[in-house]
C-alpha cells in the first residue's frame, strides 16, 4: 500500500493527511514513506468548505481527468484546462499555451488509447481555490498494436473558478529522467539578433526586408497598421534616426509547426532623441515562417507596457534569479531554504520525488557538485490569485561534468506561495527535454 499525502498550508499553518490506495512501488525510500503516511495535524474550519472534503474533490480531478480520456474525444479533455492553461507533455518539447494548442496535443496522445492511474500522489492545498497535485503516474498504451505501459512525473495545479469547477491551469509531465534530451529553439530566438542588427545599420530598407511580403506590423508608436513592404519601410524610416537598440526582456519561443514559429515577450530599446539618452519598455509578438530556409517576419506587433501592469508579475519572475544566486553560493541548504516546509521537488536527473527539507537538501548536495548555473530560455509567469503564482517554461543549465563544461536544457515548473511575506517554493517539477527520454523509455519496455 502506498499513502498519498494530502497536504494544506493557509497562513502558514501546515496540514497533512493520509489515505491509502493500492499502487504500483514508488521509487521513494520506505522510510520516507511510512513517515509522510503517519504525519497528521488536524486543523478544521479554515475554509469555507471543509479541508478533508477540498482535498478529497482535488484528488478526483485526476479520475475526472482520465475518464475524459477514454472518451477519445480531445476537446473533451482540452475542456479540463483552462482558459490560460500551460501544457509541457510527456513527449514533446513545445509548451502549450492555449486551448487549440492543448487539444491538437490531444488529438495526437488519444491515438495511444491511453489509461492512466496514479502510482505516487501528493495533494496540496495553496489557497481556498487553488490546489496542486504532484507525483508519478502510469499509463497502459497501445502503439503500433502492442500493448506497452509508460511511468512518467507529473504536476497538476487546479484553479477553482467562478462556475465552482476545478480547472488545470498548469499540467507538467515529464518521462523518467534518466536521460536527458539537449534540445532547443535557438533558431527562432536568434531571429531577434538578427533584427536588431538590422536596425544599428540604421538602414530602413534593410530592416523591411526582413518582413515577409504580406507582412502586417502594428508598430509601438504609431496607430497605422502597416500592410505592405513599401509602408513596413516608411515606419523604419522614421524609427530608426531614434538609433534605436533592443534587448530581450522575456521571452516566450514556440513552434506552430515545422515552418511556423512565434517569439513574444517583453523587450526594452534605448533611443537616442535630441543627443538625450532613454529607455522604452514595450511587449512584443513576431510570427515568422520559413521560406526557402530562411525565417521571414509574418506578423510583428509591439504594445507599449499598460499602465495596469501587475508588479507581481516582474517580482515573481526575479525569483529564478534569488533561486539561481542560492546555487552559486554551492550551499545546498541555502536552496532548500527556498522551498516552502510542505514543498515537493521533482528533480531532472531523479526519479525520486522530494518531500522533505532533508530530501531537498540532499538532492542539491549532489546537484551542486555540479557548478550548475542556470538561464531562462522560455518563460509563462501567472498569478494565482494575490499569495500564488507559477512560472513554467524552459531553462539551460551551465554544468561541470567530470572537469568538462556542458549545457544541459531542461523543462520545468516554479509553484510560488507567499509565506509571511516570503514567496517560497512550495513545488518545483523539473524535466529533460523528451525526445530522447521517450526513446529510452520504450527501450527499456522492449527489455
Known sequence: MQAI??????????????RQVAVRPSARPASSRRAGAVKVNALFGLFKQKESEVLAEVSSQFDRWNAALQTKDPKQVAALYAKDGVLLPTVSNRVRTSPGEIEEYFSNFLQLQPV?????ANVRLLAEDTAINSGVYTFDLVKDGKPTKVQARYSFTYKRLDDGQWYIVDHHSSGMPELVADNDLEEVAMQFDRWNASLQTLD???????????AVLLP??????????????????NFVQLKPFGTIDESNVRMLAKDLAINSGVYTFKLTKDGTVSTVQARYSFTYRKVDGEWFIIDHHSSAMPETEEKKIAEVSNLFDRWNAALQTGDPKKVAALYAPS???????SNQVRTTNAEIVDYFTTFLTLKPNGKIDDANVRLLDNETAINSGVYTFALVVEGEPTTVQARYSFTYKKINKEWLIV????????????????????V
Do not use: C, W
Not at 497598421?225 to 513596413?232: D, L, N
Not at 517539477?429 to 522492449?446: I, L
Open 343 to 349: 514543498g515537493v521537488l521533482l528533480p531532472t536527473v
Open 204 to 214: 530602413p530598407a534593410k530592416v523591411a526586408a526582413m518582413y515577409a511580403p504580406t
Open 116 to 120: 492512466g492511474k496514479i502510482d505516487d
Open 427 to 446: 513545488d518545483h517539477h523539473s524535466s529533460g527535454m523528451p525526445e530522447k527520454v521517450e526513446a529510452a523509455m520504450r527501450e527499456a519496455v522492449a
Open 5 to 18: 499525502r494530502q497536504t494544506a498550508s493557509v497562513s502558514g499553518i501546515q496540514r497533512t493527511a493520509s
Open 220 to 237: 509601438t508608436v504609431s496607430n497605422r497598421v502597416r500592410t505592405t513592404p513599401a509602408e513596413i519601410q516608411d515606419y523604419f524610416s
